[in-house]
């Protein structure tokens, strides 16, 4: 069956850029996305990109997809202790078909 | 800006016991979701819902659990017979349909079964 796979954790320094890496396995992708969640909250979600983009740029977020590796990554720039949360990928075939969510990554902003 | 609703925040249930998870999407929204997250795990899905009906589940939704639209606005998560291993992190989804940016997510049910 599909999955989604992300590294459990990331540390960085408050005011570098953070970057959650995903690989995901079902080609048939046709949305990716990226939810936040802090402590005890529900699922935020942050950005998606349609499987026929390469980039998206959000503010602070961009978003990269390539999609021959199955790759997807998540750069925060000017990252601050208000980022602090676990992020999660996900992935649909369609934009109302079941996601399937990675572990999610837990980042952690230094001050 | 609109908002899945979900009701309580947290459920303390005995073992063995019925529960129902309640949820409010978003009044303009066609799909409706269930999910879980076991402490420290992925998130899981369990059952999709459209147009009054069932439209996918995860081997996860066993005969314990089911879904219910009792009326234009509630979305419900019954599970007959709790055990242990149910205790997890609920969430309620909605989605429009067709486009990515579409779902949004409750805050959760928090149940603990003892």
């Known amino acids: 069956g599909e999955d989604v796979e992300q590294s459990l954790f990331l540390s960085v320094r408050e005011g570098d850029s953070s970057v959650i890496n995903c690989t995901y396995t079902d080609s048939s992708s046709t949305y990716l996305y990226w939810y936040k969640q802090e402590p005890g909250a529900g699922l935020q979600l942050l950005t998606y990109i349609f499987s026929n983009m390469d980039m998206k740029q959000d503010q602070r977020l961009t978003v990269l997809l390539n999609k021959k590796d199955k790759h997807l990554s998540l750069r925060i720039a000017d990252t601050q202790t208000g980022d602090s949360a676990i992020y999660f990928c996900a992935e649909s075939r369609l934009g109302n078909t079941p996601l399937v969510f990675g572990k999610g990554t837990r980042l952690s902003v230094i001050a | 800006e609109p908002e899945v609703t979900q009701t309580p925040s947290h459920q303390v249930t005995q073992m063995g016991q019925e529960v129902i998870l309640r949820c409010v999407p978003i009044?303009?929204?066609?799909?409706f979701y269930w999910y879980r997250q076991i402490l420290g795990q992925k998130v899981e899905f369990l059952v999709s819902f459209y147009n009054n009906e069932i439209s996918e589940k995860s081997e996860i939704f066993d005969d314990q659990f089911s879904v219910e639209r009792p009326d234009g606005s509630n979305f419900t998560l019954k599970i007959r017979s709790t055990k242990l291993e149910d205790s997890a992190m609920y969430f309620c989804a909605s989605s429009v349909g067709g486009k990515g940016d579409g779902y949004t997510f409750g805050s959760g049910t928090r149940l603990t079964v003892v």
């Open positions: 009044s303009n929204h066609l799909y």
